[in-house]
């Protein structure tokens, strides 16, 4: 069964920064591009961030350009977001997914997921 387990999240203030991991059990985990989308209250889910297979070449929406970083440690079976100057609108549910076999970052929708983690709380006040 394979399971994507994320953890990291939390209340913190608007300026502030958060770091959220995944732990992945796919096997050949090295395989896929991977990424992050979020769900705010209300709104649909929306695509973050991605990581390529190799862990080379991301991919941002423009709201967390230069804010966010995302990475992916195949020694580990690992994937990181990185969150720096945090915004009461980046308040929502993230969660780390797998994307496409061998694949590149871009703009997913979340048909294009293979695999979804259970999603972990972020809350920024302002």
């Known amino acids: 069964q394979v399971r994507l387990v994320e953890s990291g999240g939390g209340l913190v203030q608007a300026g502030d920064s958060l770091r959220l991991s995944c732990a992945s059990s796919?096997?050949?985990?090295?395989?896929?591009?991977m990424g992050w989308f979020r769900q705010a209250p209300g709104k649909e889910r929306e695509f973050v961030a991605g990581?390529?297979?190799?862990?080379?070449?991301?991919f941002y929406t423009d709201s967390v350009k230069g804010r966010f970083a995302v990475s992916k440690d195949n020694t580990k079976n690992a994937v990181y977001l990185e969150m720096n100057s945090l915004k009461p609108e980046d308040t929502a549910v993230y969660y780390c997914?797998?994307?496409?076999?061998?694949?590149?970052?871009?703009?997913?929708?979340?048909?294009?997921?293979?695999?979804w983690g259970q999603g972990t709380q972020v809350t920024v006040s302002s």
């Open positions: 990581v390529g297979w190799t862990g080379a070449g991301t």
């Open positions: 997914v797998a994307g496409p076999v061998w694949g590149t970052p871009s703009n997913w929708t979340p048909a294009q997921i293979l695999y």
């Open positions: 796919i096997s050949e985990f090295n395989m896929y591009a």
